[in-house]
């Protein structure tokens, strides 16, 4: 398989929110990091952060326009999307889309870094917002 195909693969697990099928593409010292720079490192981590995260943002997707790879580096263009949730409750106007970029380094079948470019503006506003009521 393919840098860019292992890439894919990964994306399109997440935009299923299947946590197990993110996992068992990440290596064991996978690392993730978010647009502010932030990192967390290794699979158990991982796991629960991504299932916190689709706790908040249960329809997550990740839209793939481009991919661009050279050798086990490959970038994904895109736009992301989701519904923000405090309690479970899908509602329209929490709703947010932004366009977003992706990098991921893959060693083997496997995602060694998977890094995340994306204005993570739309979301804090409903998140304040929300928190206000």
Not at 111 to 121: S, T
């Amino acid at each position: 398989m393919s840098a860019e195909q292992v890439a894919r693969r990964f994306a399109d697990a997440i935009s299923r929110q299947d946590v197990e099928g993110i996992c068992s593409l990440m290596t064991a010292d996978h690392q993730f990091v978010d647009p502010g720079g932030q990192v967390v490192a290794g699979c158990e981590p991982m796991r629960d952060a991504w299932i916190a995260y689709f706790r908040m943002v249960p329809d997550y997707t990740i839209e793939v326009s481009e991919v661009y790879g050279r050798r086990d580096n490959v970038v994904l263009l895109g736009q992301a999307s989701g519904t923000y949730t405090a309690d479970g409750t899908l509602r329209p106007e929490n709703h947010w889309v932004t366009p977003a970029a992706w990098k991921a380094v893959v060693r083997g079948d496997r995602i060694a870094l998977w890094q995340v470019f994306a204005d993570n503006e739309p979301m804090r506003i409903i998140m304040s917002r929300e928190q206000a009521h």
